[in-house]
């Protein structure tokens, strides 16, 4: 059967486009013969609708967009898409739901049997199960299996008593799934090793659609892909970018490297978060050091130069490297730079707090304070502008709580806060081997990470070595480990000690298996526990 | 039987503590001639664990403890309490569980049924459901019901399919209620109802043991009950404290007083905030408006008058009217007060912007930086005296961003968060009433509200009347409804658009149905739906 994939980037909540956006791609696959094309996961309403379901009668609204869109739908094409569908019954409760629409009518609704409910997702917040060995589909003497994401993950989750797979007796030709997935690193193979699986165990063709685009933390990598009843990967779309391709078409190629699909899944991260929220332009605060170094880089390669602009904002410890850093990599990157000195303000703030407290010993005070003076100035320079503020923030500080609340961890998203430092430096080498061209200062990636706040500081001075640190935050924090040795112990004792920072931290774009940020659920008034 | 009810404050993760906690008081049930002592839900971890469930070991922990301690137990006493019971087979699925302990020995155990997966709650990422009709006790010819907070709630919640209750056939003598039951406004009038209801139509006596104390947002009221057979209500516990007491033991007297309720509750919040973080201290900017007036208040009923600190920090547009009002709050109430021009540091910091940037018109930028210039200094003296700063924003300000990030909405806690103005001014007025003499000035309730952060400003030149505003809040997110009128339209935009603004906002203690924190989750980035 000619099946056409289709990859859209949805707009949360904006039915008439993401309508608009089927439709296009349901033409585009008629003209090249497609009987069939599939789209993604609640595609008409975007994922994940959160408390956006809540709003009375918005499930409604979406049917109606549906139901005049597909009036326009060519009548020999079938399409199949994600909707969010009402139960019959219950009052805001809905299925996630597979609509079926041939000859411009809907003429099945399949609903998702597994629901994730850990981590980042919350559906049993508001879907109800449906049964997958309900959802079978009979189309031009072909039998269809009709899968939503999680319901082909029974054993990658591991949290679910039954697997639905089980039921399914059937003799298919086709197991579709349509997904939503975001991205984190290696996540492809593990999609791929189950569709895969479930091609050679089924005798079937398997067919995977992804949603493509950000939404908040999350970044869908799209990259759907096929594989035929033998395992062998037919079909392959493009990752990061909205695609269509039929079953049979030339397969897109898909880099391997790690740091390129991180680099490409930040990006996307970064130009949606501002699309969807209507921003344009860009600023952030320039330290000469690498985090600040790589978030202009990226948000150079989302929004273009010509919208990004960096401020220096020299202290009473800032180095004239630092100065010299922030200079080098504006011009190599074609951005703004901005030089404003804090110092004025610093002083004449600790002269009257003096004059009115007494004299204070240099302290925490003093170190906070130079963070919180150059966030209210790129605040104010983001009121002037219309620009909003990236935090530079890293996974590793994050997680040791070495960063100022209301400091550095300013801003409107956090684009790297779910990099561990050793990863930053590896992505900036990356990005350096890409362009052929030292565009990072080799410097800035040498040179021994400090926050400038005090004389002659460095970060290692109060944290393990990086290379030990990332380990730890790798395997406390992200694979959720046990804390045995005294150094991983310290770690999680400080991870549960600046949860409150994190608790009002702005929305960090998601790449690893787990991250702060809305997936990471801890309470903050608690008896720290520490094994 | 000789039943006793025992409410008691267990800390999150505490085991030792809870334990402990448990065990006095069952020792207390034991001198006052009790057969059976019952306790709230989860009463060994603290409700709500969340994320501290993904820690390693943590359930094997407690039950190591709970072992332990139930060796304490005098032999002769059964003692019912909540537990987390690992799931037999997955990995990190847990059981919300009651363990009924009788001759030092755990001779049974309980599941929940209805795991409740909307609001606040997201006992689903963790927790399995038992069945209830599975969770028969018989103990000396007795036959009790043991259930689990939300199992008795099919009706209230009307999201689940079937109620659990259907399917009890057994003639009871009890049905017991352990719950961990955060406090709304008028939420005690629905438990009792349900409660009540339940011992009619079983003919049974019914027992609801509610957990007390505060964890975050969410603040445990207590006031545990029960109703005998006849629907005849027979005992009731302390609001807002621990207790213990026996079935037939004389009532605790419950205020009716829906402002009375709110003060305890919000007191008890504060209090409990400050005693499992481990801080005494608290500090506040005093504006001269009602809002920093109120949580002044809140924090001196706290935290005792000698560890709270309010300072008045005045710049260019305060009124001498608000620096008098915040010293006669402060002498009322015998807090601290500290003034701070901040002037100074305004004045440094925009000559040297605008020699930098050019002159720039008055504006938000302007209005903004004075908020965070306070914020500021109320953070370096936070940092210099170890207190924790309140936030004094209120629900109505939240809902339509009327606050400033990084500026007045800094804090470690937004004790009046859920709060509506006009709720803000009652609570006020309920004080001095209770108190009985102007604690609070009348002048603070009665001047129009100003952020006095240029000339001549009134809230109520950029917002509709708080009178009006408040209704339209309480409608479009507490109750969630429809927008319909111009200005219910324009609210909920503004709310959609300062979503970002509430993403990183302080914990709010919770208590109405719905409140702005962890239990809302609006997405930031999608199209504003205005219906």
Chains 1, 2 share one sequence.
């Not at 004239?320 to 951005?335: C, F, Q, V, W, Y």
């Not at 990356?430 to 970060?459: C, H």
Request: glycine letters at 6%; proline letters at 4%; charged letters at 30%.
């Amino acid at each position: 059967m000619n099946i056409a994939l289709a990859q859209i980037n949805p707009v949360l909540g904006d039915f008439e486009y993401n309508l608009e956006e089927i439709t296009q791609k349901v033409l585009e696959a008629s003209k090249k013969g497609a009987e069939l094309v599939i789209f993604s996961e609640l595609a008409t309403f975007g994922y994940m609708p959160s408390d956006l379901l809540e709003r009375p009668d918005i499930v409604e609204k979406q049917i109606l967009v549906i139901k005049k869109a597909i009036k326009k739908f060519p009548k020999d094409i079938a399409v199949l898409f994600g909707a969010v569908m009402p139960h019959q019954d219950l009052k805001e409760r809905y299925y996630n739901s597979a609509v079926f629409v041939y000859e411009s009518e809907i003429k099945s609704i399949f609903f998702k049997e597994l629901l994730p409910n850990y981590d980042v997702f919350d559906e049993k917040r508001f879907f109800k199960k449906g049964e997958l060995k309900e959802n079978i589909l009979n189309f031009r003497k072909k039998k269809f299996l009709i899968s939503i994401c999680e319901d082909l993950w029974f054993d990658e989750s591991g949290v679910y008593e039954n697997n639905p797979m089980d039921g399914i007796k059937e003799d298919l030709d086709y197991i579709i799934n349509l997904s939503a997935s975001p991205f984190t690193k290696n996540k492809l193979k593990t999609r791929k090793k189950i569709l895969k699986n479930i091609a050679l165990t089924q005798s079937a063709t398997s067919i995977y659609v992804n949603q493509v685009g950000a939404q908040d933390e999350l970044i869908f990598d799209g990259g759907s892909f096929a594989f035929d009843s033998k395992g062998k990967e037919v079909s392959q779309l493009s990752l990061f970018k909205t695609d269509l391709k039929m079953l049979d078409e030339k397969k897109e190629k898909i880099s391997k490297d790690e740091y390129e699909n991180i680099f490409n899944a930040l990006v996307l991260g970064l130009r949606d978060y501002f699309k969807k929220t209507g921003f344009k332009k860009a600023l952030l605060g320039l330290s000469g050091g690498i985090d600040s170094g790589l978030v202009l880089m990226l948000a150079k390669e989302a929004l273009g130069a010509e919208n990004v602009t960096g401020y220096a904002l020299p202290g009473p410890y800032s180095s004239k490297l630092s100065m010299d850093l922030a200079k080098e990599i504006s011009k190599n990157l074609g951005t703004h730079l901005e030089i404003f000195d804090v110092n004025p303000t610093y002083d004449v703030f600790l002269k009257s707090f003096d004059e009115k407290f007494g004299d204070q010993d240099f302290g925490l005070m003093h170190e906070n304070l130079q963070a919180r003076l150059r966030a209210l100035t790129l605040m104010a320079l983001s009121n002037k502008n219309g620009s909003l503020l990236l935090a530079t923030s890293n996974k590793s500080e994050l997680c040791v709580g070495y960063s100022t609340l209301y400091g550095d961890q300013c801003g409107a998203l956090m684009p790297i806060g779910d990099l561990l430092k050793t990863e930053v430096f590896k992505l900036c080498e990356w990005y350096n081997r890409f362009k052929g061209s030292e565009v990072i200062p080799v410097e800035m990636i040498k040179r021994p990470p400090t926050a400038e706040l005090r004389p002659n500081q460095k970060d290692e001075d109060s944290l393990p070595p990086y290379e030990e640190l990332d380990q730890t935050v790798d395997k406390l924090i992200t694979k959720k480990g046990r804390a045995k040795t005294d150094q991983e112990k310290w770690v999680l004792k400080r991870s549960f000690q600046s949860e409150f920072k994190r608790w009002q931290a702005a929305p960090i774009l998601k790449i690893s298996e787990h991250a702060f940020g809305r997936g990471r659920r801890m309470p903050l008034a608690h008896k720290t526990v520490i094994y």
